[in-house]
Structures are given as C-alpha cells and as structure tokens.
C-alpha cells in the first residue's frame, strides 16, 4: 500500500499553531490537533513544535506527518521541547545531573537518557552537550547533534546567545530591589566550592543583572534586615528575575548569597533545606533563546514557573 503523503502547509500571516492547523485541516477538532502535536508529528521548519501556542510567522513551513513520528521521549525528569537534524532542547526536572561527575558513571543524567533515545532511531546517532545546568536546577537545556557543532556553539556561546533567563527564589528581600553584581569567582575543585570576591583577586570576573518580581509580603526595612542576618526560617522570599552576562560555575548562587539573600533550599550556599518547605533548590532556567547555528534564525524557548515557587510567594 502506497504511503499517505505529509501535509505541508505555508504561513501567510501571524497566528498561533493551534489555530492555524484548525483552520487549515478540514476543521480539525482541537483536540486531534492536540493529539497531533502530542504524538510529535507537526513540524515548522525543520523543527519538531508540540507547543499549541506556538506564534507562526507568514513564511514559516508547517508539516504534518502522516503517520505517528518518530520514537518519543518518556522519563518523569526530562521532556524534549524541541528537535530538529541538529539540536535539540530539553526541559529538565531538579535532581538530574546534566552529564556524568565521573567517567563511566552508571547514573542517569540527561545526557545518557538523550543518548539513548536517539539511539532508537539510528544506532550510529550521538548527543553532545553544549553547556549545563547543575544538577538541583531545572530548566531549558541545549544540545548538539554532532561534535562539530558542539564546539561552534561553544566556542560561540556569547555571541549565539541573545537571551538566558534564570528566576530565583531568594531568602529574604533584595535591596535595592533591581541591579548588577558583578565579583570575581574562584572554583575550588577540590571542595566542589566557588568563592567570590567583591574586588579582582585573579578570578574569573562574574556578571549578573537581576529584577525583583515579587515580595512574599511587604516586609519593613527591620523585618527585612533581620531575615538578611539571620539563618532562622522565615517567611520572607523573593521572586527574582535574574539575566547572565557571563556563565560561571554556580555564578547565581554565589551572587544571590553575596547579597545575602541565597537561593531558597541552596544546601552550599545558603542555609539548606531548614530554610525551605519545599525539598529543592528554587533555580530555574526559564528562557533560552539563541541564533540556530544551521539556519540562522533566531530561536526562543520558554519553561513555565515552577508551582511551587509561587505557592510560597502567598
């Protein structure tokens, strides 16, 4: 029997995916074109989309796969967001680590779970990781589908990244409540610890921008300085938007707790799981966007909040 053929269908004006497939596809119901996307078989461009939101440029290329695509990605931790024959981005829960701490390591990290989903669809396939997230963070993750591109986007990760966004749970309230801490970081690998200084000491220089969202409640300038001195669980936090002008080991962490306001659950930089109801460190990349090395255009990925984040601002 003769295979049905993919339906490609070109964008003449702006419009969300979901809206766009329902209009385009004999009046679809909303939830087949949700089926559809679930099931990996809608593409635009070369890319892989499931987000049903997923704002349509005129000009962009959406593909329908006439059959069930390829072999998905099922782990509790770990959820592709996109794919195409040269990338692919993840979204990844707290308590993986990105790649393994030691060679030959038989623990499951993003990286050996990646590894052998793309395995599944050719055995000579391989994934190479492009930066990091430490293993308590959650969030956007980018990875290369050869070595070759591995290293271009690494040796041009600043110049290829035009937005990474982290949001924050911190200890108590930032003052002021919107700035730049720039210090100098030095990594001691033996204590898997890094140390800031306010003044150039020979580390790497470290550079944040961050924006205070939100307050748990108002909080007097007292109350606010009391929480900032104190190891003692309160329920002072703040919701805080945080942008990277450099990527250093751990850098937000540091920075955070340089202002004494550390990352809420940080058990290396802060006061640990005593601080925090919830039993994780509260850092999230929540933004990734970036120029596709292959084609050119620029590409932007977004994580929702976690919930509980916002559970403990109210």
């Known amino acids: 029997m003769k295979r049905k053929a993919d339906t490609v269908l070109k964008v003449t004006e702006p419009m969300a995916l979901m809206d766009f497939l329902i209009a385009k596809m004999g009046g679809m119901a909303r ?3 949700k089926q559809l996307l679930g099931q990996r078989r809608v593409k635009v461009g070369a890319g892989i989309q499931t987000r049903h939101d997923f704002a349509l440029k005129p000009g962009d290329i959406v593909t329908v796969s006439s059959g069930r695509g390829n072999s998905q990605l099922t782990h509790p931790k770990l959820k592709i967001v996109y794919e195409d024959d040269d990338l692919i981005v993840v979204n990844k829960q707290p308590g993986l680590l990105t790649v393994a701490s030691t060679p030959g390591s038989s623990e499951t990290t993003v ?3 990646l590894r052998a989903y793309v395995k599944k669809q050719n055995a000579r396939a391989n994934i190479y990781v492009v930066h990091r997230l430490d293993r308590e ?3 956007l993750l980018v990875f290369a589908r050869s070595e070759e591109l591995q290293h271009y986007m690494r040796e041009y990760w600043r110049q290829l990244v035009t937005d990474r966004t982290y949001i924050a749970l911190a200890e108590g309230v930032l003052e002021p409540r919107e700035g730049k801490i720039t210090t100098w970081l030095t990594e001691d690998k033996r204590n898997a ?5 306010p003044v ?3 580390g790497d220089i470290a550079i944040t921008n961050y924006k205070t969202l939100r307050v748990s409640h108002q909080a007097s ?3 606010s300085f009391v929480h900032r001195t104190s190891s003692l669980c309160t329920s002072i936090y703040s919701l805080v938007e945080l942008h990277l002008e450099t990527g250093r080991t751990n850098q937000i962490r540091v920075h955070l707790a340089s202002k004494g306001c550390p990352v809420v659950g940080d058990r290396k930089y802060g ?7 919830i039993d994780r460190l509260c850092l999230h990349a929540k933004v990734l ?5 292959v084609t050119e255009k620029k590409v932007r990925f977004e994580s929702p909040v976690p919930k509980e984040f916002n559970r403990l601002l109210l």
Do not use: L
Request: proline share 6%.
């Open 200 to 202: 150039d000491d020979g």
């Open 111 to 113: 990286m050996s779970i």
């Open 31 to 33: 939830s087949s074109v």
């Open 271 to 277: 006061h640990g799981n005593e601080s925090s109801p």
């Open 193 to 197: 610890v890094v140390y800031s200084s």
């Open 137 to 139: 963070t959650s969030g």
């Open 221 to 223: 300038e007292q109350e």
């Open 289 to 293: 966007e970036f120029i596709h090395p």
